[in-house]
C-alpha cells in the first residue's frame, strides 16, 4: 500500500491540490504541486484564519519555504523560511508547514507505521472512480519518522482515509490527529506545473517585514 501511494505520485508527476485543515489551526489552500523532483514543489494560495488574511501566498522551491504575507510583507515581496535554519524566529512557525501541504511527506514516513490496511469498496471522488482504503497508523512510530514530537492528545494509533484511481494515483485522503482533521483533494494529474522562487530583490528578512 505504502508502495502505491509513492509510486503512483511520482509516476503522475504533477497535480492539482486542494487542502483544508479544521481544528485549532484551521487552514483552507489550493494550487500545484510537482512530484517530478527529489522533493515536492509547489505554488500555494492560503486562508490562514489565525493570521487574520485570505491572500497569503506560498511557493515551496528546493525544500525553501517562500511566503508572501497581507500586512505582514510589503506589496510583492515575499518571506525566504528555511526549515534547517534555526536562527529564524518563523522557523518554528513554518517549517512543518511544507510537510502539512504535502501527502507525500506522510506516506514516505508510512513505512514502519502502518499496522493495518482494510479496503472499504468503489467510490467517485469528482467524477473519477476510485478504491477507498482505510489504513491505521502507529502515531509513535510515524512522528519520529516525520521528526516531530507526538503531542500529548494524539491518540496511540490514527487512521487515514486514502482514495486512489486505478493508476494508484491519489485522489483524496483525509485524516485526524490530536482534534485537527485534514482533508486533501488532488486532481489535473500531468498537468505541467511551473514552480520558481521568488528573485532576491522580492525578499525580505523579518524585521523588515514587521515593519
Do not use: C
Not at 506589496?75 to 536562527?87: E, M, N, R, S, V
Not at 519520529?144 to 485522489?171: E, F, H, I, N
Amino acid at each position: 500500500m505504502v508502495r502505491a501511494l509513492t509510486v503512483g505520485q511520482t509516476k503522475g508527476r504533477s497535480a492539482h491540490l486542494v487542502i483544508k485543515l479544521s481544528g485549532p489551526a484551521s487552514l483552507t489552500a489550493k494550487g500545484d504541486v510537482d512530484y517530478s523532483q527529489d522533493s515536492p514543489e509547489m505554488s500555494m494560495t492560503m486562508d490562514m484564519a489565525q493570521l487574520g488574511s485570505t491572500d497569503i501566498e506560498l511557493r515551496l522551491v528546493d525544500g525553501i519555504i517562500y511566503m508572501h504575507i497581507p500586512k505582514a510583507t510589503p506589496a510583492g515581496k515575499f518571506l525566504k523560511i528555511d526549515p534547517d535554519d534555526t536562527t529564524n524566529p518563523l522557523t518554528k512557525s513554518f517549517s512543518s508547514l511544507s510537510r502539512q501541504l504535502d501527502p507525500m511527506s506522510s506516506f514516505r514516513a508510512m513505512k514502519s507505521a502502518v499496522r493495518s490496511s482494510k479496503y472499504v469498496g468503489t467510490e467517485t471522488v469528482d467524477g473519477t472512480s476510485t478504491d477507498h482504503y482505510v489504513l491505521t497508523v502507529d502515531s509513535a512510530t510515524l512522528f519520529k519518522a516525520m521528526g516531530q514530537k507526538l503531542l500529548p492528545q494524539v491518540s496511540k494509533t490514527l487512521t487515514y482515509d486514502v482514495w486512489l484511481d486505478d493508476d494508484d494515483l491519489l485522489r483524496r485522503m483525509k485524516s485526524e490527529a490530536g482534534g485537527e482533521t485534514t482533508e486533501m483533494t488532488l486532481s489535473d494529474w500531468g498537468t505541467s506545473v511551473e514552480v520558481s522562487a521568488p528573485p532576491a530583490s522580492k525578499i525580505v528578512t523579518v524585521p523588515t517585514a514587521a515593519g
